[in-house]
T-cell receptor, first 113, second 111 residues
Framework: EAGVTQFPSHSVIEKGQTVTLRCDPI?????LYWYRRVMGKEIKFLLH????????ESGMPNNRFLAERTGGTYSTLKVQPAELEDSGVYFC???????????FGPGTRLTVL | GESVGLHLPTLSVQEGDNSIINCAYS??????FIWYKQESGKGPQFIID?????DKRQGQRVTVLLNKTVKHLSLQIAATQPGDSAVYFC??????????FGAGTTVTVRA
């Protein structure tokens, strides 16, 4: 069974540009989560989807971040326009039920110059 | 605010010895705790979990201990191997399904 996959693995963009990150959860997992780790700090929750619905987006830092999960399968996280402080590693995780173990993808390392 | 934290950012251990990684948490409402291992270039990998109605759980070469009285969580790795070198995160869940992570402990295994 394939695990959670994320694309791209790395992205280097300039301040003001737009970047879209993609996450493919484990097949059959209704719950999808986005987290990020900025340099030297702990991994922080961003938001949670149940199928195509946003269950909790309390961790989204501001309105420059937009997450979607059309069709309830893969999800995208768009940052527009990107700022320097957005640099970090963005992780996606999925679980079958909300109370189940969350399995993480390899992350996307975003560098904003 | 309440948070999950680790006692030490780094741990160096001799191959074959046992490792103990500690974590303190402050949210008394948390009822589910997880240990993740993150190797370079990879995402956090689930190791073992424990619910608040237990104080000990064992897996393959790993044991998690939970002391709710002092809000302390530990991960013990038996006979540490070079492949155990990684960053270890404890995470807590207080029922709302979003995980709160500690800053991580980097474990280095010496040959």
């Amino acid at each position: 069974e394939a695990g959670v996959t994320q694309f791209p693995s790395h992205s280097v963009i300039e301040k003001g540009q737009t970047v879209t990150l993609r996450c493919d959860p484990i097949s059959g997992h209704d719950n999808l989560y986005w987290y990020r780790r900025v340099m030297g700090k702990e991994i922080k929750f961003l938001l949670h989807f149940v199928k195509e619905s946003k269950q909790d987006e309390s961790g989204m830092p501001n309105n420059r971040f937009l997450a979607e999960r059309t069709g309830g399968t893969y999800s995208t996280l768009k940052v527009q326009p990107a700022e320097l402080e957005d640099s970090g590693v963005y992780f996606c995780a999925s679980s079958q039920d909300m109370a189940d173990t969350q399995y993480f993808g390899p992350g996307t390392r975003l560098t904003v110059l | 605010g309440e948070s999950v934290g680790l006692h030490l950012p780094t741990l160096s251990v001799q191959e074959g010895d046992n490792s103990i990684i500690n974590c303190a948490y402050s949210n008394s409402a948390s009822d589910y705790f997880i240990w993740y291992k993150q190797e370079s270039g990879k995402g956090p990998q689930f190791i073992i979990d424990i619910r608040s109605n237990m104080d000990k759980r064992q897996g393959q070469r790993v044991t998690v201990l939970l002391n709710k009285t002092v809000k302390h969580l530990s991960l013990q790795i038996a006979a540490t191997q070079p492949g155990d070198s990684a960053v270890y995160f404890c995470a807590e869940n207080n029922g709302d399904y979003k995980l709160s992570f500690g800053a991580g402990t980097t474990v280095t295994v010496r040959a």
